[in-house]
């Protein structure tokens, strides 16, 4: 049997504390040399306070945390019986990180906009939510691991509070405050608004398409390029579905094409994919550059799913990226930015922005 684990099935918030370490709306201080242990507790100042629409209120403070209430969002609002069954408990927080993943997917495109930064990407499971009483930087928490814990408590500490942080008796802190990159507030604050424009237009459907982005930008991240490509041609794949429904439905404006030969078209049996590529491109519904690499992408999916090849290159993957960022911004019209940085042994390799460690190597 499954264990279940109620210590937040009553609690309508979550967290997250973003990893690698974030400061947002910058460090709580000028220059850490001069910071003392006093100025820790300003870590917990709110610098983010909104809704997103009907769904969740959202709060983010300086030191990184990121919560939501859901309490008026019944997919994801905790639920009110007893001992409820595990599949409601695991829908829950399945909602849960679907709304935040998707939200970090927004977060790292406005990023790389606002600040011209590629932050190393966090991919939230049910691990890393924070159960907490209140939308409120100092309520009560319930954690996933020691690991989240540990982050929650680096803003408290016992030491005088004059005592400089480079005096700190605990060398973890110190590593843990120079390490972090710094996002502005209004990336945030965009990406608080785009949610809402995209879930009021596409619901829950478009948060597993913004999901699934997001873990293709993360294995993609951790050099895993097989599973960026299968989850990159999953997104891709269902947005030239949409785009070949769009143009099923532009088709009753001509006099020569009947309700039945449009009928025709539904046959997924006869209109493959690969089909309804070659149809979209002839009808200048996809650009040709993207066709083409359309057509490469599907190749190197099918490749590696049938065995001709073990391995995908980090090439292949990079274009599987585009290929889906082009597609969810012609179908969707939102546009996100997949992950193309990638760190080596310390050393980064990246093609966007100016992210932690991301000094270009070529």
């Known amino acids: 049997m499954a264990q279940q684990n109620g210590s937040g099935t009553k609690r309508h918030v979550s967290a997250i504390y973003h990893e690698p370490g974030l400061w947002i709306g910058g460090a709580p201080w000028q220059s850490i040399a001069d910071a003392t242990h006093a100025d820790l507790a300003r870590m917990r100042e709110i610098v983010v306070k909104g809704r997103i629409g009907a769904f969740a209120g959202v709060i983010a403070t300086r030191e990184g945390l990121i919560a939501f209430d859901f309490a008026n969002w019944q997919p994801a609002a905790a639920l009110a019986i007893d001992n409820p069954p595990f599949d409601q408990l695991a829908e829950v927080q399945r909602n849960r990180t679907l709304f935040i993943n998707a939200f970090l997917a ?40 020691i690991g989240e814990a540990s982050l929650a408590t680096l803003s408290y500490t016992l030491m005088p509070a004059e005592l400089p942080l480079f005096n700190s008796p605990n060398p973890q802190l110190l590593s843990n405050l120079m390490s972090r990159s710094a996002v502005s507030p209004e990336a945030v604050h965009s990406s608080v608004a785009m949610l ?39 997104v891709s794949e269902r947005l030239i579905s949409e785009l070949w429904t769009k143009y099923r439905s532009d088709l009753a404006g001509r ?108």
């Open 255 to 362: 006099q020569a094409v009947d309700a039945a030969r449009r009928s025709r078209l539904s046959d997924t049996r006869t209109f493959t994919v690969a089909v309804v590529t070659e149809i979209l491109a002839i009808e200048d519904v996809i650009a040709v550059d993207l066709y083409e690499e359309l057509c490469q992408v599907r190749k190197a999916r099918n490749d590696w799913i049938h065995g001709a090849v073990d391995r995908v290159p980090r090439s292949v993957a990079l274009i599987a990226t585009s290929v889906s960022e082009r597609l969810f911004e012609q179908s969707l019209g939102v546009a996100v930015v997949g992950q193309r940085a990638g760190k080596v042994h310390g050393y980064a390799l990246s093609s966007c922005g100016r992210g932690a460690a991301a000094q270009p190597s070529r």
């Open 106 to 145: 927004l977060l790292y495109t406005n990023v790389a906009k606002h600040d011209n930064l590629a932050l190393d990407r966090m991919l939230v499971t049910p691990t890393c939510l924070i159960a907490m009483d209140k939308l409120d930087p100092q309520s009560n928490m319930g954690f996933g691991t």
């Open 196 to 234: 809402e424009v995209f879930m009021g237009q596409r619901g829950v459907w478009g948060l597993i398409m913004l999901d699934l982005i997001q873990r293709a930008s993360f294995a993609f991240q951790a050099h895993d390029y097989e599973a960026a490509l299968i989850d990159y041609w999953a």
